[in-house]
């Protein structure tokens, strides 16, 4: 069995702090983490490999620095790490970067097999659209189970697997044929950075496949050049959604501190005593 | 994503704005998908309405929902509401294929009615549906998606300006869709206003036929299993919140905020850490990635604030905050600061309310 995750190297947010004058952002020094929601997704793959045999492959498109975010990957026990970096990709929307992860998810296909499964967290938190994972699905043609709170019955033989997905009122269980593109909702526990050294012995090993890859030449998936890359540029210059401008936001902090507040403070106070 | 630099703002746009070529130009209207499950519609659903009535009449277009769903009362139902809620018209997709969600079926479902009627403009809400539904559609349409906005407004020159919060909250950027149709946005439940309803005949409906058999929808539903009423949080729509943080120290603690809650007539709630850590279930986080929260009083216990919390409890109307720690960032937006251990703080608070409340007017308190 082939497992594709796909990974994001995002800012930490919880240390992202917003300068207390001019009410922006404050991106320095802020250090990149793995996306949360992405661990969930890495561990539901490496428990499938685990109980099945196969190979889980990390994919990523970001900068040359989204190498540590694979490295780490590699470490809790993922088998080979792609890295899909060009400049093009900057600033890409989400129907571009559906583009370029699925051009890339097919190349890792004619490469190493084609997946049969393709894990994503439910969203990230530095974009928050959770719309990456549903168009990849699209542009690959296939099925997709998105907000996946836990992987059922998988066989291998007939083709199918089972999930229960989260929906506003319940609990949906679903079958669905392989391969298919699947969500990942948050657990309770996550277990993968603490099993991180199941990988640690094999680090040598795995993180030389990534060197071989990038020797390969294909550490842009689809490169400057080949027809990807230019049927991307048009794609990403179309849809130009986060292309717009950008326009700080003064936070007007105008709640009313009236009445009620005073009534509660006072109130509260004497609770307190 | 560049710095904000507002000089470079409209020549960046200016730049990219292209005649709409000729194939789009036919796109007219605002359009809603009124999202229902299980017989029920989503009240994000009647938010969107609200919402996408102003961009209709600022264009000077109609407003269309469309109801997608089985065959039957539920779904003629839906379609008579949304008149209520301002459509002009609504389109209907019902097919008992469509009884549960299902990724394929309401995919075509969708893409069918936007490239037989063409809307201009098409909101979903950005729900676990409308999510799984809206970057599917986006993709097969191949048209720009702007995902949970918190204001959408027309541009002088009909252009939809869909303004979303990055970087956690602290940075507003607007998005255009310029040369793509529809201009398609998801907006999250309790952002947008919800309209008066008004008692309104129903008007023109738009039967559209699914055109699939069974058969040809890979995905199955061997089972649904609701939510019991009682662990259903209503965590969004509650009046009064209370919640705690990791300054609660132990999951043991966090009963003093049920406990609380439960004197007050409140809902409980979290910050992410507790539900990383496995104290309460990933329904009761409050916060950018769990529910956005608009209640009358919202009581936060030990939550430090952080941005991502911040983006999810500011449309509170007084927000308290107890935090050991006077320099938690929860202090520069909340309205009322104790600073002190929660620990200690909450049994207090909840003795002294049980005392002053009676059964009676904890209802009150509520309303």
């Known amino acids: ?273 | 994503m560049s710095e904000p630099t507002k000089a470079a703002a409209p020549s960046g746009r200016a730049a990219t704005k292209k005649e709409l070529p000729e194939h789009f130009r036919g796109y007219k209207h605002v359009w809603v998908f009124v999202e229902q499950e299980r017989g029920q519609v989503h009240t994000v659903s009647w938010e969107l309405m609200g919402a996408g009535r102003k961009l209709a009449d600022k264009l000077k277009v109609d407003l269309a929902a469309v109801v997608i769903g089985p065959e039957g009362e539920a779904t003629r139902q839906a379609a008579n509401e949304a008149f209520c809620y301002g459509a002009d018209l609504v389109y209907v997709v019902a097919d008992n294929l469509l009884a549960d969600y299902r990724n394929e079926s309401y995919t075509k479902a969708l893409t069918d009615v936007v490239n037989t009627y063409k809307p201009e403009i098409l909101l979903l809400g950005a729900t676990t549906l409308g999510r799984d539904l809206a970057g599917s559609v986006a993709t097969t349409l191949l048209t720009g998606l702007t995902a949970d906005c918190t204001a959408l407004d027309v541009d002088a020159d009909g252009s939809l300006a869909a303004t979303r919060p990055t970087f956690g909250g602290s940075l507003m950027c607007t998005i255009y869709t310029l040369n793509y149709r529809p201009q398609m946005a998801t907006v999250r439940p309790r952002v947008m206003q919800m309209p008066e309803r008004l008692a309104r005949d129903p008007g023109r409906i738009v039967m559209h036929p699914l055109g699939l058999v069974e058969d040809d929808i890979v995905t199955k539903v061997l089972s649904f299993l609701p939510d019991r009423e009682s662990a259903k949080s209503n965590l969004a729509y509650a009046d009064v919140v209370v919640a705690g943080g990791l300054g609660l120290g132990s999951p043991e603690n966090f009963q003093l905020v049920r406990q609380l809650a439960s004197v007050l007539g409140a809902e409980y709630g979290c910050s992410r850490p507790l539900v990383q850590k496995g104290w309460v279930t990933s329904d009761r986080q409050i916060g950018q990635t769990g529910k956005t929260i608009r209640p009358k009083l919202y009581i936060a216990a030990g939550i430090s604030g952080a941005i991502q919390h911040r983006v999810g409890v500011e449309g509170a109307d007084l927000i308290v905050a107890i935090n050991t720690d006077k320099n938690a960032p929860i202090f520069d937006f909340a309205h009322v600061g104790i600073i002190t251990d929660a620990i200690r703080l909450l049994p207090a608070l909840t003795e002294a309310f049980r005392a002053r409340l009676s059964p009676h007017s904890r209802d009150r308190i509520a309303s």
Do not use: W
């Open chain 1, 1 to 273: 069995m082939h497992i594709v995750v796909c990974i994001k190297q995002v800012p930490d947010s919880a240390q992202i702090r917003v300068h207390p004058v001019t009410n922006t952002i404050m991106r320095q020094g802020v250090p990149t983490i793995i996306n949360p929601y992405d661990l969930f997704a890495l561990e539901a793959a490496l428990e499938l490999r685990d109980k099945f045999g196969g190979e889980v492959t990390v994919l990523t498109m970001g900068p040359p620095s989204a190498e540590d975010s694979l490295r780490k990957a590699l470490t809790y026990g993922a088998d080979r790490a792609v890295l899909l970096t060009d400049r093009f990709f900057a600033g890409a929307d989400t129907l571009a970067t559906t583009y370029a992860l699925a051009t890339a998810i097919r190349k890792i296909g004619e490469t190493y097999g084609a997946p049969d499964i393709i894990f994503t967290g439910k969203q990230t938190i530095d974009g928050d659209t959770a719309q990456v994972g549903p168009g990849v699905a699209k542009r690959l043609g296939l099925l997709q189970l998105t907000y996946v709170a836990r992987i059922g019955a998988l066989d291998l033989v007939g083709r199918t697997i089972e999930a229960e997905r989260r929906s506003e009122g319940g609990v949906q269980i679903l079958r669905t044929r392989l391969p298919c593109l699947i969500s990942m909702l948050e657990r309770a526990h996550r277990q993968v950075e603490r099993a991180g050294c199941r990988g640690r012995g094999h680090l040598e090993m795995r993180a030389a496949r990534l060197a071989d890859y990038r020797q390969a030449g294909v550490r842009a998936v689809a490169p400057r050049g080949e027809g990807g890359a230019d049927r991307f540029r048009r794609s990403a210059a179309g849809g130009s959604a986060d292309r717009g401008h950008f326009q700080a936001a003064a936070q007007a902090r105008s709640r009313a501190r009236g009445a009620g507040a005073r009534v509660l403070t006072g109130y509260l106070r004497e609770a307190v005593r």
